[in-house]
């Protein structure tokens, strides 16, 4: 089944301890990409991955990190979480990020910090 | 840049009712549009797509046109089941020095009542 799998689903840390939120996508994607969603504000994009080695900002990126060293996973590092990093992640993939192609999505982490 | 405008919500309806969700943009060039659904507890999926001016795009009853005069994608649907009640983004395809740049709107809360 072709799928976008995130981990954890759902985690709940302190202040400051560095964390991992993987995610893997099994369709041969070269386009991946990470983004936030909270309360009124919709989806914002944090960074995205036009290919393996190729990563850029996206509208929110402070306080993250990403890497891509291979086609299928894109994990999103939160080297010292603060409270307002609280908030519904989600990963998503496309064929090769170009903008006549939707976007296939994982089903969320929830993360809260303390 | 580029901007997407949904209407506010939640949009309460009975079951059978006529739904409407209202999405402009702004854009350069004639990006491709989407509407996504967003069912609880689960990451988003393509509903529906159009890819150039006057395209219609249909699935599960809903529609969208295209209009680039009016630079809208309404998201239409005749008769609303319980089963509809989800979160629904419209979104853009753009793309800004070969990289491929979505835009979302901030979603609206379609909730259907028996």
């Known amino acids: 089944e072709a799928q976008v799998t995130q981990n954890p689903r759902y985690l709940i840390t302190v202040t400051g301890k560095k964390l991992t939120v993987t995610c893997s996508q099994n369709?041969?994607?070269?386009?991946m990409s990470w983004y936030r969603q909270d309360p009124g504000l919709g989806l914002r994009q944090i960074y995205y991955?036009?290919?393996?080695?190729?990563?850029d900002k996206g509208d929110v990126p402070e306080g993250y990190k990403v890497s891509r060293k291979e086609k299928r996973n894109f994990p999103l590092i939160l080297e010292s979480p603060s409270p307002n990093q609280t908030s519904l992640y989600f990963c998503a993939s496309s064929p090769q990020g170009q903008g006549n192609q939707p976007q296939h999505f994982g089903d969320g982490t929830r993360l809260s910090i303390l | 840049g580029n901007s997407v405008t949904q209407m506010e919500g939640p949009v309460t309806l009975s079951e059978e009712a006529f739904l409407t969700i209202n999405c402009t943009y702004t854009?350069?060039?004639?990006?491709?549009l989407f509407w996504y659904v967003q069912y609880p507890g689960e990451g988003l999926q393509l509903l529906l797509k159009a890819t150039k001016a006057d395209d219609k795009g249909s699935n599960k009853g809903f529609e969208a046109t295209y209009r680039k005069e009016t630079t809208s994608f309404h998201l239409e649907k005749g008769s609303v089941q319980v089963s509809d009640s989800a979160v629904y983004f419209c979104a853009l395809g753009g793309s800004s020095g070969g990289s491929y740049i979505p835009t979302f709107g901030r979603g609206t809360s379609l909730i259907v009542h028996p």
């Open positions: 991955s036009m290919n393996v080695e190729v990563t």
């Open positions: 854009a350069t060039g004639y990006p491709s």
């Open positions: 369709m041969n994607h070269e386009y």
